[in-house]
């Protein structure tokens, strides 16, 4: 049987291997899914030993997806723009690193939000591995405009130079107030119940503000529901990112949807 596992430290809460087997069931796919505890200083021995013992590939979270990279014999045009791997496919002499959290994030809001990412304003708050990963396929969606601000304000400048795109410090978004129509947390701040800088401004009417954490009410999102933009969690994204390594894993997409409400409770 066809061996896959996700691998991080910690991963006890992790909700990848529920996600693929319903996937696996769904597709009538033969193989299993678990999670892998790897030691900090051993994520190489692991990942070879996983392998060695018949597995096909392997989902990565933190700490690992940099080493991830630094592991892969090969990248992806996604990866390669991200500098980090979530997904890894174990090839005949080498290992493919693959990144689907951007392509995740796309599918959600498209789809399963049912909003425009061509032609709209995009604002990312954050520079750092989450807020890198999404740029490219953001991008590749043609938005009119993907406008960068973190609290850091260089950390910023230099992703944007990396990308082509414009950065806007946060205190400058108060003194000349800019709106978008999709507004993007790739912070950690919820983790902190920390409140972002930001000014109700940046949420025009209609506006989407998407926290890519999910499993609680974040600050940003009390804020941007209080601006009355439409609120959005990071799970989907979650399901979404997992599909498309299932697809590269296997060949066959899976359908989100029953897979989502099932983490929702709703079904």
């Known amino acids: 049987m066809d061996k896959y596992a996700v691998i991080g430290h910690p991963i006890s809460h992790s909700q990848s291997p529920r996600i693929h087997t319903l996937f696996a069931q769904q597709t009538g796919q033969v193989m299993t899914y678990e999670a892998i505890l790897a030691p900090l200083t051993e994520f190489r021995q692991t990942v070879e030993s996983f392998r060695a013992h018949g597995g096909r590939g392997m989902s990565v979270t933190v700490p690992f997806k940099e080493e991830a990279y630094r592991m892969a014999t090969r990248l992806s045009d996604r990866a390669q723009a991200a500098g ?46 989450a807020a890198r990963g999404v740029i ?63 000014p109700d401004s940046v949420f025009a009417p209609g506006c989407l503000a998407y926290d890519m954490m999910y499993g609680r009410l974040t600050p940003f999102m009390a804020q941007a529901h209080a601006a009355h933009a439409r609120v ?8 979404e990112q997992a599909s498309e390594a299932f697809f590269l894993w296997r060949g066959v997409r899976p359908v989100s949807e029953p897979v989502l409400a099932a983490l929702k409770g709703t079904s």
């Open 84 to 129: 980090a791997v979530n997904t890894l496919i174990f090839e005949e002499g080498g290992i493919l690193g693959e990144n689907t959290d951007g392509a995740g994030l796309v599918r959600d809001i498209t789809q399963n939000l049912s909003r425009t990412i061509t032609g709209r304003r995009i604002l990312l708050v954050g520079a750092g591995g």
């Open 232 to 239: 959005a969690d990071g799970l989907g994204m979650l399901v």
């Open 136 to 198: 490219l396929p953001l991008l590749n969606m043609k938005p009119s405009e993907l406008v960068i601000t973190n609290r850091t304000a260089p950390k910023a400048e230099a992703l944007a130079r990396t990308f082509g795109i414009e950065s806007c410090p946060m205190d400058a978004l108060f003194l000349s107030p800019r709106a978008f129509d999709l507004v993007i947390n790739a912070t950690s701040s919820g983790l902190s119940e920390a409140a972002l800088d930001l």
